[in-house]
């Protein structure tokens, strides 16, 4: 499976430079794993940061998929494709939650100005 090999390769290459301290500008899969585990550690979850966490996951294995994309079954391009789809929909879903939270705050900040009136 490509995306089996791929893991293997990201694991070796973070063995092979452990002197980078600081977290790449684009994070690799392994790190972008890293931070989904973490969050979802976190005592209190906070769903919009697992979700940037997830979409970061996705786009890390998406963007390892098509770097091999040559070497792939029929069986990795309709993941990729499924990885595709599930990225959009999860991005969408956070895009939503956040206007959602957004007009909340702003009918909350309307009603403090109502009462105080």
Do not use: G
């Not at 790190?31 to 979802?40: G, V």
């Not at 959602?100 to 009462?115: E, N, V």
């Amino acid at each position: 499976m490509c995306l089996i090999e791929q893991n293997k390769e990201v694991k070796v290459n973070s063995k092979e430079n452990p002197s980078q301290n600081s977290p790449p500008k684009s994070p690799t899969a392994a790190y972008a794993m890293f931070l989904h585990r973490e969050e979802l550690r976190r005592r209190k979850l906070h769903v919009s940061r697992v979700s940037v966490t997830k979409i970061h996951l996705t786009s890390e294995l998406i963007a390892q998929t098509k770097q091999n994309i040559r070497q792939c079954s029929f069986e990795d391009l309709e993941i990729l494709a499924r990885e595709t789809l599930f990225k959009k929909n999860l991005q969408r879903n956070l895009y939503y939650r956040r206007m959602h939270i957004h007009q909340l705050m702003i009918s909350k900040k309307k009603q403090q100005a109502k009462d105080k009136k």
